[in-house]
């Protein structure tokens, strides 16, 4: 069969590991592997080798092929050739081994006794790999670069890969190293499929050793890499992963898998309501917790009812705790951006939800309870049927339409824009001398709402030294236009605001808070 014919997938199969140095002692292990009622067995002259047999077996069974093997070589291994094993290294024994497990015949002058001779090797669909032979990639440890030479060796020409690891061969940092290489992989099209370790043991008699399916003693790994990004980042899909397969039964798991990936995708989406609702379920999930811990005679889970999820639900709490029960919940998700390096992200809430906080807050408002409201409705009414018919979707929010675009007129003596209330809409829940600073405000609000487009537009990449950019620059040095803001000065602006903002508004009385309507 030649390569033309070989099964096609739509991704590829690639082993990794780490090569271990030969025993001082050539001996013949046997291993097996157990599933479904059938046994199989491999024959093996180093650790190596049992593994990488199970996974061409196992793929052959399935009508694939493996694509690569990666080996990760120290220079003991490239270069240790004993007498006791025909002087060959390790992985050129390996190779030849594998070799001969797939039909090839490469020469082997190590004779050595099976003493489990009548457990014959499993064999494969030999037609598999007739005129073909998985490629082999070695990789040097001691080179600098060798993480970049692993990750290139496994991702291959860019198809998405099914990664299955020997967990058992290499030196003390050697399952580090392929866990580290691997969770730099999985954002990258590069799936795990299986780690396998095995229980050998050098003075068993006879040498019968079973393989096992490792992956769920290294999941750990996965969990600690899900938790980090979220943590740093905010984003929940890792988690969403490691945990569908394990809680798709159980309400209260699915519950929270939803939310911080809601949570999640809604932040990077930039979208403001989605991340609330997202905060808002995280809430209700915390105060239904609360609750059962209250019911609890004994007021702690015991052992056997702690899960993985139980520990990682303490983590997430933590991560969303500066959101939860906030007097003032936008402005709290706004200062949660920051912190995570989100300046897109609060500037776009910042935009969309701080006319809510300016009402809510009593700072200024068109309503109070008790109030006529079919007064004020009237008044909206009027003031949306007198808008041209392309601006009507702005009072869809009437919150935002009433702080962002009714209160504001351009005065050409001051040249800049000033709080007017035409309709004398608003009151405010501040005496007449903070009333200048709740103005002042206003005029923050609305420079900031401009900052996200100043942004976008921002020229990043060089300009031509006799092109126009350079010529003003050098010309108008004291232009603002033509000076390069860093992405911390914008940031620095928005808490300079939300803390100018939340001192003001701390200064309200409740009695006024407690009594605003919105009728947004």
Request: with cysteine; charged share 30%; glycine share 4%.
């Amino acid at each position: 069969m030649d390569n033309n014919k070989i099964p096609k997938t739509e991704h590829e199969n690639v082993m990794l590991l780490a090569m271990s140095t030969l025993p001082q002692s050539p001996k013949v292990n046997t291993y097996q592997f157990s599933e479904e009622g059938k046994t199989v067995y491999f024959k093996s002259f180093s650790q190596m080798e049992p593994h990488t047999k199970y996974v061409l077996y196992m793929l052959a069974s399935r009508g694939e092929k493996l694509d690569r093997i990666v080996i990760l070589e120290s220079s003991k291994v490239r270069t240790e050739r004993l007498d006791q094993w025909g002087k060959e290294t390790a992985t050129t024994l390996f190779e030849k081994r594998i070799r001969n497990y797939l039909g090839k015949s490469e020469t082997v002058n190590i004779s050595l006794k099976d003493e489990l001779e009548e457990r014959q090797e499993t064999s494969i669909d030999l037609k598999l790999y007739q005129d073909y032979f998985p490629e082999i990639l070695k990789i040097n440890l001691e080179n600098p670069v060798y993480f970049w030479d692993a990750v290139q060796a496994i991702r291959g020409d860019g198809k998405p890969v099914h990664l299955y690891m020997d967990m058992q061969g290499g030196d003390r940092n050697a399952v580090s190293q392929m866990n580290a290489i691997a969770e730099l992989l999985v954002r990258q099209k590069v799936s795990i499929k299986g780690r396998y370790a095995n229980d050998f043991e050098p003075k068993r008699k006879p040498p019968l050793h079973t393989i096992r399916e490792a992956g769920k003693e290294y999941r750990t790994y996965e969990l600690i890499s899900a938790m980090d990004i979220f943590s740093r980042y905010g984003w929940g899909d890792k988690l969403q992963q490691y945990f569908q397969g394990n809680y798709q039964n159980n309400s209260k798991e699915r519950t929270i898998i939803k939310a911080i990936k809601d949570a999640s995708s809604a932040i990077s989406k930039c979208n403001p309501d989605g991340f609330d609702r997202a905060v808002r379920r995280i809430e209700s999930i915390q105060e239904k917790e609360k609750e059962k811990k209250a019911d609890s005679s004994a007021g702690a889970s015991t052992p056997e009812a702690v899960s993985e999820m139980d520990v990682v639900y303490q983590d997430i709490y933590q991560n969303y705790k500066p959101l939860l029960k906030q007097k003032y919940r936008y402005v709290a998700q706004i200062r949660w951006c920051l912190d995570k390096n989100f300046l897109q992200q609060a500037l776009t809430i910042l935009e969309a939800k701080m006319p809510y906080e300016f009402i809510h807050s009593g700072l200024l408002y068109y309503l109070k309870k008790g109030e006529d409201r079919e007064k004020f409705l009237t008044i909206c009414e009027e003031m949306y049927l007198k808008l041209a018919r392309k601006d009507r979707y702005l009072m869809k929010d009437l919150n935002h339409y009433l702080i962002k675009d009714y209160c504001t007129e351009y005065s050409t003596e001051r040249r800049a824009y000033i709080f007017a209330d035409p309709l004398n809409l608003f009151s405010f829940g501040v005496g007449d001398k903070q009333r200048k600073e709740v103005y002042a405000l206003l005029n923050k609000y609305r420079s900031l709402c401009i900052l996200r487009n100043q942004m976008n537009h921002a020229a990043v990449g060089e300009h031509n030294p006799n092109g126009f950019f350079c010529y003003m620059k050098e010309k108008y040095k004291n232009d603002s236009n033509w000076q390069k803001q860093k992405a911390t000065k914008y940031e620095q602006k928005i808490r300079n605001f939300l803390d100018e903002w939340e001192n003001l508004a701390n200064q309200v009385p409740d009695t006024i808070r407690n009594q605003v309507e919105d009728m947004s």
